[in-house]
Antibody, heavy 122, light 106 residues
Framework: EVQLVESGGGLVQPGRSLRLSCAAS????????MHWVRQAPGKGLEWVSG????????GYADSVKGRFTISRDNAKNSLYLQMNSLRAEDTALYYC???????????????WGKGTTVTVSS | DIQMTQSPSSLSASVGDRVTITCQAS??????LNWYQQKPGKAPKLLIY???NLETGVPSRFSGSGSGTDFTFTISSLQPEDIATYYC????????FGGGTKVEIK
C-alpha cells in the first residue's frame, strides 16, 4: 500500500524552529518528486515547497522562502521540512504529497499523507 | 506569481443536479491544471489532472475542461458522497491552488 506518514508537528513559540518528517512506503521513493502543502485552520490549501527526485532542484512559496528548507533522504525513504523563524501565520496542518513525476515543477500530487499540525503561539 | 480565481466559493445543489465550478488563471497556464476533492477532516484527493484527464478510479460523473486561462470542473449528477470542497491547482509557474469551492446538498 502506498503510504505517506507525517510527523514532527507541535506547539512552538514564534521565532523558533521545527523539523517535519514524512515517511514514505509502498512505492519507489527516489523515482518521484515530493511536495509539502499546508492548510491553515478553516482555510484553503497552500503549496509550500517541492523537491526533485534527486534533490537537484527545490522550490518554495514566497511566504516561506528564506525560512523553510525542504530536503529528502532517498536511502531512508524520507522527506523533511526544516522550518525556521516561525510565525503565527505558519500555523497549519502540513501535508506531505507525492508528485506524479520526478520533477516538482510538473505533474500533479497523487498521494497525500494525513498531515501533521503545527501551531505557532506564545 | 500566478493567481487562481475559483468560483463560486460555495454552492448548494440537489442530488442529481449538474454542478459546475470555474477556475480562472491570471495568465496562460496551457493545460497545467489539476482538480482535487477534499472531504471534511480528510486529505485532498486528485480527481482530474492536466485539465481534462480523469484519475484512475474516479467516477465518470466528474470531468474537467479548458485551456489557457479558463477552466471548468463539472459533476454531471451530484451524489451525496460528493459533499466536499474542490480545489483547482496550476503548475505552470510554481504551484498555486484556487481558493476552493464548498459543495453542499440542498
Amino acid at each position: 500500500e502506498v503510504q505517506l506518514v507525517e510527523s514532527g508537528g507541535g506547539l512552538v513559540q514564534p521565532g523558533r524552529s521545527l523539523r517535519l518528517s514524512c515517511a514514505a512506503s509502498g512505492f519507489t521513493f527516489d523515482d518521484y518528486a515530493m511536495h509539502w502543502v499546508r492548510q491553515a485552520p478553516g482555510k484553503g490549501l497552500e503549496w509550500v515547497s517541492g523537491i526533485n527526485w534527486n534533490s537537484g532542484s527545490t522550490g518554495y512559496a514566497d511566504s516561506v522562502k528564506g525560512r523553510f528548507t525542504i530536503s529528502r533522504d532517498n536511502a531512508k525513504n524520507s522527506l523533511y521540512l526544516q522550518m525556521n523563524s516561525l510565525r503565527a501565520e505558519d500555523t497549519a496542518l502540513y501535508y506531505c504529497a507525492k508528485a506524479s513525476r520526478d520533477f516538482w515543477t510538473r505533474g500533479y500530487m497523487d498521494v497525500w499523507g494525513k498531515g501533521t499540525t503545527v501551531t505557532v503561539s506564545s | 506569481d500566478i493567481q487562481m480565481t475559483q468560483s463560486p466559493s460555495s454552492l448548494s445543489a440537489s442530488v442529481g443536479d449538474r454542478v459546475t465550478i470555474t477556475c480562472q488563471a491570471s495568465q496562460d497556464i496551457n493545460n497545467y491544471l489539476n482538480w482535487y476533492q477534499q472531504k471534511p477532516g480528510k486529505a485532498p484527493k486528485l480527481l482530474i489532472y492536466d485539465a481534462s484527464n480523469l484519475e484512475t478510479g474516479v467516477p465518470s460523473r466528474f470531468s474537467g475542461s479548458g485551456s489557457g486561462t479558463d477552466f471548468t470542473f463539472t459533476i454531471s449528477s451530484l451524489q451525496p458522497e460528493d459533499i466536499a470542497t474542490y480545489y483547482c491547482q496550476q503548475y505552470d509557474n510554481l504551484l498555486t491552488f484556487g481558493g476552493g469551492t464548498k459543495v453542499e446538498i440542498k
